[in-house]
């Protein structure tokens, strides 16, 4: 972990504001609209007077992840089923009907 992600962790409001060119009042509405609008994703404590950074929901990002590689697995299924159901209709046109020039599909569909 680095110098700016400890400083980004813990922000101690009163000690960051003068930089801003700002007070420290005007300095936490500024960065409770950005909270809101989710543009930052932290929480202000007021009492301690502090910024805290939100951590990524890594349970939730991983859950994600494998919907959206679920759908497209889905996705690529469906398309070799509709493919295999093509060909074997014979309404397939092109090269895979070329038995010298197999193309990719046909080499893996013959495993």
């Known amino acids: 972990m680095n110098f700016l992600e400890i400083l980004w962790n813990y922000l101690e409001i009163c000690r960051v ?4 060119s700002c007070s420290a009042e005007k300095l936490k509405d500024e960065i409770a609209e950005l909270i809101s609008n989710g543009r930052i994703p932290a929480k202000i404590d007021h009492l301690r007077g502090v910024i805290l ?11 994600e992840k494998a919907l959206e590689a679920q759908n ?4 690529k299924s469906r398309s070799l089923l509709l493919r295999q159901g093509v060909i074997r209709a014979g309404l397939a046109v092109g090269e895979h009907l070329n038995p010298k020039h197999p193309s ?3 080499v ?3 495993y």
């Open 104 to 106: 990719k599909m046909d």
């Open 53 to 63: 950074q939100e951590e990524a929901d890594k349970r939730r990002l991983a859950i």
């Open 108 to 110: 893996a569909e013959s």
């Open 72 to 75: 497209e697995f889905i996705w």
């Open 17 to 20: 504001y003068h930089f801003f």
